[in-house]
Structures are given as structure tokens and as C-alpha cells.
């Protein structure tokens, strides 16, 4: 069985998860505000532009490029999803939508310390996580290495059921799993860490990608 996963968007280029999902054995399909539909297998959530801060209970304080039709849309697939128990992939944006549906909240902008090391400016920041024992990266890539970042925004108060399973030095929530959902939710973008963006200076994020695509073939 060939795993049809629901890459939802902001509408700009799918690409790389196309590409990702492809080369682990999957088949995606890209689409900008989907509707909720379980003929998917798995649903995958990409980055983009940050969630309107009333849905976690704050004032913006540094939220920008705001779609709130794609929140909607995402919190909605996510309602289908995970009451049908079907796998997610959450990056970077899907990761702090996933901490805004479990209840959770977001530390809006970085503090001028560790923007640095995570906001990109006109290529990908790089920087070593750690990740907890037991873990889903720390048994794919051991117990620190280092990753890519493009992120001005973080999880704040985790959701219910979320445990943050790695942290940068900074003590940002590089990833998370949840006590019961078939989910893996990461900050950082494996999809520009494997296939023709593969880098020497990372871990090879295509792991991840087959994890993801394991989870589904079991679900």
C-alpha cells in the first residue's frame, strides 16, 4: 500500500514535502485550506505564517503574515484526524498549531538572544538539539545533533498531552509527542534536510519522513 497523505499549505509551494513524502514511500497531495477528509491516510501541516494569537488567549506581541481561514481550516483538520486516530506530521508552523488545539500556547516573537540561532533571514539558521531519551529523534539520531531553523515564534505552555521530547540550548521546543495521538510534531523543516536539499552540516530529516509514513502503515 502506497500511503495517500493531505499536505496542507499556505498556499505557496509544496515542493519540498511533496518531494519528501515521495522519497519515503508515500503519495502527498498539496492543497490550500482543504476540508477535512479521511479518504487521506495521514495529514501533514507545513510552515507558514503565524496563528492568530486570540486562539491561545493573548494580544499580538510580534505576530505577523496572520491567515485566519488557514487556522480554521487546520484546527478543523486536525478536530477529523485525530478522532479518526490517523498519524500527523507537524512542522514548524503545523508544530505550534498542534500546542494551540491541544490548549497550549506560543511565545510570539523570540527574545534578541535566541532569534539568532532559530530566525533565518535570507537562508536557514543551524543549531544542536537535544533530545530526551526514549524519543522518537533520539532513537533515530542519538542523543544531540544538529538541525536547521527558520522560526521567530516557539510553543509556549504545552498542550494537554504534549511533552516536549527535544530542546535547543535555548531551551526551545525543537519537537513534541503526545501521550496518546499518533503524532509528530517538529519546529525545524526536515523537508530541506533530505532528497536534493540534503545537507552535510545536518542529520538527514528523510527519517523522519519514513517514521511519519511507518506510523501510518500501522495506524
Known amino acids: 500500500m502506497t500511503p495517500s497523505i493531505l499536505i496542507s499549505t499556505g498556499g505557496g509551494s509544496a515542493e519540498n514535502y511533496l518531494a519528501a513524502i515521495q522519497a519515503a514511500g508515500g503519495r502527498g ?61 507537524a512542522i514548524c508552523r503545523g508544530h505550534q498549531v498542534v500546542n494551540v488545539w491541544l490548549g497550549g500556547d506560543l511565545v510570539q516573537d523570540l527574545s534578541p538572544a535566541l532569534s539568532p540561532f532559530h530566525a533565518g533571514v535570507e537562508s536557514d539558521r543551524l543549531h544542536l538539539i537535544h533530545a530526551r531519551k526514549g524519543s522518537l529523534l533520539h532513537r533515530l539520531y542519538g542523543p544531540v545533533f544538529p538541525v536547521n531553523s527558520w522560526h521567530h515564534q516557539a510553543l509556549g505552555r504545552l498542550g494537554r498531552g504534549l511533552s516536549a521530547t527535544a530542546r535547543s540550548e535555548g531551551g526551545v521546543a525543537e519537537a513534541a509527542e503526545h501521550e496518546s495521538l499518533p503524532l509528530i510534531s517538529v519546529q525545524f523543516h526536515p523537508e530541506r534536510m533530505t532528497g536534493e536539499r540534503a545537507r552535510a552540516d545536518t542529520v538527514d530529516g528523510g527519517l523522519i519522513f519514513q517514521a511519519f509514513l511507518n506510523l501510518v502503515r500501522q495506524a
Open 29 to 89: 497531495e498539496a492543497r490550500y485550506l482543504p476540508a477535512p477528509s479521511l479518504r487521506y491516510d495521514g495529514l501533514l501541516l507545513t510552515g507558514g505564517g503565524d496563528i492568530h494569537p486570540q486562539l491561545f488567549g493573548q494580544e499580538n506581541r510580534g505576530s505577523r503574515n496572520i491567515d485566519r481561514a488557514r487556522d480554521r481550516a487546520e484546527l478543523a483538520l486536525l478536530d477529523a484526524f485525530c478522532a479518526a486516530g490517523k498519524p500527523v506530521l
